[in-house]
């Protein structure tokens, strides 16, 4: 599990790296040539493109995740993460169909390799046998990834806004 924890931070920061470092498209919501009739204001974004959704690539590869531990539950989360997280980020014009597909790949992908991949897994259990008697350092870092994960890991998007800074400096 925290091999695919490890993934996911990796695919969250791929996806957000790549929404400031290509450019696939605009988000529907700010292409003026788009006639959209949303709740959402048409207010400029630091990440105008779009691909893939890091929000759906965190929530893919967090039903991944459970996927990997329990099969139909892990099924159960895809169907959630499509309907309650992928859907309506098409629907209000923040995305298009084809940067949740891009999510739905990139992330999960992600956590299948981590998964897979005997080097992570023994990393952690040496990491574990490390800290058996400090569970608490493992509780506290947890619960810094889940806060992050929570606000869609704004230290890891304002890493990225500096390395762009510095690449185009």
Same mark, same amino acid.
């Given at each position: 599990?925290?091999?695919? $924890? *490890?993934?996911?931070?990796?695919?969250? *920061?791929?996806?957000?790296?790549?929404?400031?470092?290509?450019?696939?498209? @605009?988000?529907? @919501?700010?292409?003026?040539? @788009?006639?959209?009739? &949303?709740?959402?204001?048409?207010?400029?974004?630091? !990440?105008?493109?779009?691909?893939?959704?890091?929000?759906? &690539?965190?929530?893919?590869?967090?039903?991944?995740?459970?996927?990997?531990?329990? !099969?139909?539950?892990? $099924?159960?989360?895809?169907?959630?993460?499509?309907?309650?997280?992928?859907?309506? !980020?098409?629907?209000?014009?923040?995305?298009?169909?084809?940067?949740?597909?891009?999510?739905?790949?990139?992330?999960?992908? %992600?956590?299948?390799?981590?998964?897979? $991949?005997?080097?992570?897994?023994?990393?952690?259990?040496?990491? %574990?046998?490390?800290?058996?008697?400090?569970?608490?350092?493992?509780?506290?870092?947890?619960?810094?990834?889940?806060?992050?994960?929570?606000? *869609?890991?704004?230290?890891?998007?304002?890493?990225?806004? *500096?390395?762009? !800074?510095?690449?185009?400096?």
């Amino acid at each position: 599990m925290l091999a695919g $924890l *490890m993934a996911i931070c990796l695919a969250t *920061m791929l996806s957000v790296w790549s929404q400031f470092h290509t450019a696939v498209h @605009i988000r529907p @919501i700010l292409d003026l040539a @788009i006639p959209l009739d &949303t709740v959402m204001p048409r207010t400029p974004w630091d !990440r105008t493109n779009s691909f893939p959704s890091d929000t759906a &690539t965190l929530f893919f590869s967090l039903a991944a995740v459970v996927l990997v531990e329990k !099969r139909w539950l892990g $099924l159960f989360c895809f169907a959630w993460v499509a309907l309650i997280i992928a859907i309506p !980020r098409v629907v209000v014009g923040l995305h298009y169909p084809s940067d949740i597909i891009g999510a739905l790949v990139l992330g999960p992908a %992600l956590v299948f390799i981590f998964a897979s $991949l005997p080097y992570p897994k023994r990393l952690f259990e040496c990491a %574990l046998r490390w800290f058996d008697g400090r569970m608490y350092i493992v509780h506290a870092f947890l619960f810094i990834f889940l806060a992050e994960a929570f606000d *869609m890991f704004p230290s890891l998007q304002a890493l990225g806004k *500096m390395f762009a !800074r510095l690449l185009h400096a």
